[in-house]
């Protein structure tokens, strides 16, 4: 590829990250409350798109429930599903970090490990569950 088409590239990807972004606002503006994504959504952009290109700042964040999920992994360019603890967790702080944010408003399972038995990953965020809170709450008293 050339230098000029990899230039062109690049600012047709920022043109249409920037539409991308005022679709969000626009969508935010007129009353949408909830936005809902997932790990492995575009090909694993639609977090970062979200959180570190500026999609919920300014305000936003604190208009809107935000939803993201867990459960599908890419391994040697296949997909799996997972839900094994320690997957679960890094899933979370990955997507946390690529989010931006510091708490989640609603963390889920998008396909079930039909692999591992699913009294796992209950018991899983049954324990994790009162960390979370509490970290959330935390987080909300030294704002």
């Not at 590239?9 to 043109?15: D, I, K, N, V």
């Not at 094994?84 to 970090?97: F, G, H, K, N």
Request: glycine residues 6%.
């Amino acid at each position: 590829m050339s230098t000029t088409n990899n230039h062109h590239l690049q600012a047709e990807t920022l043109f249409n990250i920037s539409k991308q972004i005022k679709l969000i606002h626009y969508t935010i503006n007129v009353g949408v409350t909830f936005l809902e994504t997932s790990d492995i959504y575009d090909p694993k952009t639609n977090e970062t798109l979200l959180g570190k290109l500026q999609a919920l700042k300014g305000g936003i964040r604190e208009k809107m429930e935000l939803a993201t999920k867990f459960g599908i992994r890419e391994v040697n360019g296949a997909r799996e599903y997972c839900g094994d603890p320690e997957y679960v967790r890094t899933a979370c702080e990955a997507s946390l970090e690529k989010l931006g944010v510091d708490c989640i408003d609603l963390y889920y399972q998008h396909r079930i490990d039909t692999c591992l038995p699913i009294e796992i990953i209950v018991n899983f965020f049954l324990l994790t569950r009162s960390f979370i809170q509490t970290f959330c709450s935390s987080l909300e008293l030294q704002e």
